[in-house]
């Protein structure tokens, strides 16, 4: 009797009743055997299907009648808003009104931005109170944005629609409508201006003369010790060379001499541009015409300045 080979006892003791072929093909391929075609052609994944494919009927959308019924229970109700489910919907809202209202209108002639009449568009927090949404400041700078380029269409073509939409973002009292008060020379040839620096306020009246300057009443040389104070206190007229053609009479009070003398350079460039408006340009090149904001820092507790910090020990 033939004695099967330990080999073929192992393969027939690993078979399997439902896949016995995967099996064989594992013992084959960790011995390194041949795998006979008999056993290559029974995979069940290499087998196709020949059932024919079942497909719906055409439908034909030309007439009405051939239209499948509609079910009620697919049925849901459209939201009015296209950003009903986003997070903030009235931002969103809006800022897709003012984009769809700026591709209707971008084929307008525009102006430059310098010549587009200056409007104080809504502020964040009143923005915030409009909408009642927490909108972060990056995405309202977005509707400022589109807001700015519709502002730049030309007045005389300017739609009544985008003039209505751009009126809601506005603020209720335009800053930009107040003007200054202008300038006038009295009677006497006088003109006034206020200046301040610091703590200081000045209150220079200019009047056509030889290029005297008194400073409450004192000569420039009494009123400032140093220098260069002096020298500040009359800077609009040096820049704009005309020192010998106006006398100042300045009223000065509060501050020390530094801020007094730098009051009475912005007051006396105000006077001068009542006679002389032309010389604007002149003088904000010079900085005569710009207040200058910076104060002293107040002392902090611990500190024995406003930075200054006192010497550290270790012991």
């Given amino acids: 009797m033939a004695t099967s080979s330990p080999l073929s006892a192992q393969r027939l003791a690993l078979q399997c009743t439902t896949c016995p072929h995967r099996l064989q093909l594992s013992i084959r391929a960790r011995h390194r055997l041949p795998i006979p075609k008999s056993t290559a052609s029974r995979r069940p994944f290499a087998t196709t299907s020949s059932k024919p494919a079942i497909a719906a009927p055409p439908i034909d959308f030309s007439s009405p009648d051939s239209l499948p019924p509609p079910n009620s229970r697919n049925a849901r109700l459209v939201p009015a808003s296209p950003s009903y489910f986003s997070a903030v919907p009235s931002f969103t809202d809006n800022l897709l009104s003012l984009q769809s209202l700026l591709r209707k209108y971008q084929t307008l002639p525009t102006i430059l931005p310098a010549q587009a009449p200056r409007v104080a568009w809504r502020k964040l927090p009143q923005y915030r109170l409009l909408v009642g949404e927490p909108v972060k400041a990056a995405k309202y700078h977005r509707v400022v944005e589109v807001l700015q380029r519709l502002n730049r269409i030309h007045p005389?073509?300017?739609?009544?629609?985008?003039?209505?939409?751009?009126?809601?973002?506005?603020?209720?009292?335009?800053?930009?409508?107040?003007?200054?008060?202008?300038?006038?020379?009295?009677?006497?040839?006088?003109a006034f201006g206020v200046g301040r620096r610091k703590a200081s306020t000045a209150r220079v009246y200019v009047v056509e003369g030889d290029g005297e300057v008194l400073v409450n009443g004192k000569s420039l040389n009494h009123a400032f010790g140093r220098i260069h104070d002096r020298e500040s206190a009359i800077w609009a007229l040096k820049a704009t060379g005309r020192v010998d053609k106006y006398n100042v009479w300045a009223l000065v009070e509060g501050g020390g001499l530094t801020g007094q003398a730098e009051s009475i350079t912005l007051g006396l460039a105000m006077a001068l541009l009542v006679h002389e408006p032309s010389l604007k340009p002149a003088l904000r090149r010079a900085g005569c015409i710009t207040r200058d904001p910076r104060r002293v820092e107040r002392k902090k507790p611990g500190h024995l300045k406003a930075r200054k910090m006192p010497a550290w020990v270790k012991r």
């Fill in 156 to 190: 005389a073509l300017m739609p009544e629609e985008v003039a209505d939409t751009m009126e809601v973002y506005k603020r209720d009292v335009n800053p930009f409508d107040n003007t200054r008060r202008p300038g006038v020379v009295d009677k006497d040839g006088k």
